[in-house]
């Protein structure tokens, strides 16, 4: 049904004149198939509100390294990133604090990090130096960490450079002093790795050194004016932050445990963080490499366990939308449950917009990642603050999107609570600025009508109800709330609750239309309705004669069109159809004679003739001039033909002058059942909805399904 805030009320393309008596539960869902405003495009422009998620198998962008051993895995990593890097870095295997401060310098050196064992060059690590062919290798630590053997042998690949301290804090200053001028430090302690490899790809996207420092008592080197400290007072103590005070402002960033430090520092420092990588908060080698990878890449690092998210960095990925994910290290690392934990689902950002489009004859979401030929996006919860616009226009709950036609991208409103869904149809349907009783009337009819459609897919438009998703009003709102599970039923059966926008002052009964008699759905006077009249003009002579040779219609067939074009595009092909089947196209040149004929029950008119005067181009390409053909058909098969928003109903008369035919009217659409115009002069007038109801179904009863 259509809205009458437009003049809406086009008969209904589908109509069950008894519908069977079936228990419905209250909290019945309908899904809706959305055209009306979304059209037909090949891409749609999305925008949550609140909480939104993509889901299904995959739809997150995920990439696992994962090798036999920690060379392996650097090796995948860092093959992932570098091609020929000209300076490569080497790191003992064990020993954590030599590795602690280098992400800075790494990304300072565009470097990847490469793990060996101090006595031996690892021959997974040699093989990947060799292929990455740097012109420097530096080295960290002292010759207890890699020996000079290795060293040695490291030359043959390029220039090597060594990096040491004479003790851990040491180390962390002489790198610090490769990375130049800075005007921010990071400190931490030097005792765990978690803390400085947490912080490491921050400080290396800002050109800052990491420092380590003793728990109670800070080294003597320079610090800059601004020192950022990383960990709890129990990583590093308050007297060593009130002793950088003296000289630095200070922030420190803390976390009850390594995973909720990940987190924090995400959110303190205000990252984004929609790509991150994830390594087992637990594992050294797991973690260098993946605060390597992310430094690279300029995404983000959490911690997480093997075989569970943690609720912090579960929160990371909900509120900064993370939809790419890196996971470092095997399966006794990071369980494959946990991976397709992440995998499956995605948040969107709330307030961002995403354009979902067909690439290549599949679904593509705003280049995050191509899929197949349908994509689901469900709210965390379904309620009214969290939503999602699509193209401008607001819907609530689950949208699933397919690819339609191998061109056009269709949304279905999934599983909307039935309550709701009338709450986006009744403002649709009719003026939410009318009286209440006339909306509350609306709301039942339009309850009673799609009530048996819970369960399955109806359409956003005339050709069922005018959907408009959270379109809501609060008058319509108020009206289906103060309705609740009230519909109409004749004899224990739900009815037809047929409405249209104005009957003209007489309702039509339900077989001039549909050809079965209904007994709620009859003819009579309606003396509310306000009986709009309207007219629609036909030219007589559709193609002007002076301006072409008629008889040689090759000349101007393709270049002329009739002055009432839209109105007889259906009348064409009618004669199309019934009359030229072996033709392609047709011209009309002249509208001979229209009349109407019979009246029904409902004082409209009910056989229409139409005889026009056509030129053919047949399917040969040959044409033919000066044909006449003579129509007899129903006057509402007439309205369809021309168009029903012009022909607006069939309570019409027709005169002629010498240039033109005019049908004029009266009301707008079938005239069966409620008229809406109808509804508000009587709701207006002091009518309950009720009465309302009971004047346009007669014999029906109001009852709760």
């Known amino acids: 049904m259509k809205t009458c805030k437009h003049l809406i009320g086009l008969t209904l393309a589908v109509v069950i004149l008894l519908i069977p008596a079936v228990s419905f539960a209250a909290d019945s869902n309908i899904s809706v198939k959305l055209t009306n405003y979304i059209g037909n495009q090949s891409s749609i422009s999305l925008s949550p509100t609140g909480f939104y998620q993509v889901t299904g198998d995959h739809v997150s962008v995920t990439n696992r390294f994962s090798g036999a051993s920690r060379y392996e895995t650097a090796a995948l990593a860092s ?88 003790n851990r804090y040491v180390l962390s200053e002489n790198i610090a002093k490769q990375m130049g001028n800075y005007d921010k430090a990071i400190v931490v302690t030097g005792n765990v790795f978690q803390d400085a490899l947490a912080i490491a790809p921050y400080a290396a996207a800002n050109g800052y050194p990491i420092l380590l420092t003793e728990k109670d008592k800070l080294p003597d080197y320079d610090l800059p004016k601004q ?35 990940t987190a924090n520092i995400i959110n303190q420092l205000k990252l984004k963080a929609d790509k991150a990588v994830m390594t087992n908060g637990t594992k050294y080698a797991d973690v260098l490499v993946g605060a390597s990878l992310a430094a690279k890449k300029n995404s983000q690092i959490l911690y997480i366990k093997q075989d569970d998210v943690p609720s912090a960095a579960k929160s990371v990925t909900k509120e900064k939308a993370s939809y790419a994910y890196d996971f470092i290290g095997s399966t006794s690392s990071i369980s494959a449950g946990v991976e397709n934990e992440l995998s499956n689902h995605f948040y969107l950002a709330g307030g961002s917009t995403y354009n979902l489009q067909i690439n290549n004859g599949k679904l593509n979401l705003n280049h995050i990642k191509t899929y197949g030929n349908s994509l689901r996006i469900k709210p965390e919860t379904y309620n009214e603050s969290n939503r999602i616009s699509l193209n401008g226009k607001e819907y609530l709950g689950t949208v699933n999107f397919s690819i339609e036609s191998g061109k056009y991208i269709r949304p279905v409103n999934e599983n909307i609570p039935f309550e709701d869904y009338l709450k986006g149809v009744v403002p649709n349907e009719m003026p939410a600025s009318w009286s209440l009783e006339a909306l509350k009337a609306q709301t039942v009819a339009a309850r009673t009508y799609s009530i048996t459609k819970t369960g399955s897919t109806v359409a956003d438009t005339t050709a069922f109800q005018v959907y408009g998703g959270y379109s809501w009003n609060a008058n319509t709102t108020k009206a289906v709330q103060q309705t609740k599970n009230k519909v109409l039923t004749y004899k224990g059966n739900l009815i037809t609750a047929a409405y249209s926008s104005s009957n003209g002052g007489y309702t039509e009964s339900s077989d001039e239309v549909w050809g079965s008699s209904v007994p709620y759905l009859t003819a009579k006077k309606d003396t509310k309705d306000p009986q709009t009249a309207w007219s629609l003009t036909l030219s007589k002579q559709q193609i002007n004669p002076d301006s072409i040779d008629v008889n040689k219609p090759a000349s101007w067939f393709a270049s002329k069109n009739e002055t009432n074009a839209a109105q007889l595009s259906g009348i064409k092909n009618w004669i199309l159809k019934n009359k030229e089947t072996g033709a392609s196209a047709i011209k009309i040149l002249k509208i001979e004679d229209l009349t109407f004929s019979g009246t029904t029950k409902g004082q409209r008119a009910k056989t229409a ?33 021309i168009g029903a928003s012009v022909f607006k109903s069939t309570y019409v008369t027709v005169s002629q002058n010498s240039s033109a035919f005019t049908i004029s009217g009266k009301g707008y659409g079938h005239g069966i059942g409620m008229s809406q115009y109808g509804a508000k002069a009587r709701a207006d007038s002091g009518d309950s909805y009720s009465s309302i109801l009971k004047f346009y179904y007669p014999g029906t009863t109001l009852t709760d399904y």
């Open 227 to 261: 020192v950022l400290i990383i960990g709890s007072s129990f990583s590093v103590s308050d007297a060593v932050e009130n002793q950088i005070k003296k000289t630095s402002t200070v922030q420190r960033i803390p976390g009850s445990t390594r995973y909720e430090l």
């Open 609 to 641: 003739t139409l005889k026009v005067n056509y030129a053919v181009k047949q399917n040969n390409g040959n044409y033919e001039a000066n044909k006449t053909s003579a129509m007899t058909v129903p006057v509402t098969e007439l309205r369809t033909m």
């Open 79 to 166: 093959d992932s990133q570098w091609t020929n890097p000209k300076t490569v870095i080497l790191v003992n295997r064990d020993v954590f604090i030599d590795a602690l401060p280098v992400i800075p310098l790494a990304k300072k050196l565009d470097a990847p990090v490469l793990f060996t064992q101090p006595d031996t060059l690892t021959k997974t690590t040699e093989k990947q130096i060799a292929k990455f062919n740097p012109d420097n290798i530096l080295v960290i630590g002292g010759a207890k960490s890699i020996s000079k053997d290795v060293e040695n042998k490291l030359k043959s690949y390029g220039a090597v450079k060594r990096i040491s301290g004479k």
